[in-house]
């Protein structure tokens, strides 16, 4: 899981965003009713990818981490809205000006899978690395 300033930045860009209906989201431990009838919705996870943060000078830490965004699409309803919505979503998180305290670098978009045992949803996974420095004091 990644610390909570990373975590509210993924968040606030993607629903400050219009690439998708902020209802279409679902975050972790938050209340989400799979879409009736069956559309497009993404599911966002953060995870830092070290367990503890790299001192450096001047008590700043340094975490790194990834951004999940899982892209479900009911099955049968073909790739090309998902792959679009993943390819924007990955564009919302590029060249953001290097001042903002979550750096974004890098990404993918992952190979697709069917996403449950009952094969009702299709699922791509787009993935945004991020650098976030740590200036909290601790006492």
């Keep these: 899981m990644s610390s909570y300033i990373p975590w509210n930045d993924i968040r606030t860009i ?16 938050e209340i989400f009713q799979n879409p ?6 993404v599911s966002v996870e953060a995870t830092s990818n070290m367990l503890d943060p790299i001192e450096l000078v001047g008590g700043v830490w ?20 998902a792959r ?5 979503i990955s564009n919302l998180y590029r060249s953001l000006p290097p001042e903002r305290p979550v750096i974004y670098r890098g990404g993918s978009i992952g190979n697709a899978v069917m996403a449950d045992t009952e094969g009702m949803w299709w699922m791509i996974t ?6 976030y420095d740590d200036m909290t004091t601790h006492t």
């Design 36 to 41: 009736e009838p069956p559309t497009m919705w």
């Design 126 to 131: 787009v993935s945004v690395d991020y650098i």
């Design 62 to 81: 340094q975490e790194e981490g990834t951004a999940y965004f899982n892209i479900m699409v009911p099955a049968g309803f073909g790739t090309d809205d």
């Design 14 to 29: 993607l629903l400050g965003s219009y690439v998708i209906d902020p209802s279409l989201v679902a975050f972790p431990n």
């Design 84 to 88: 679009k919505l993943a390819k924007d």
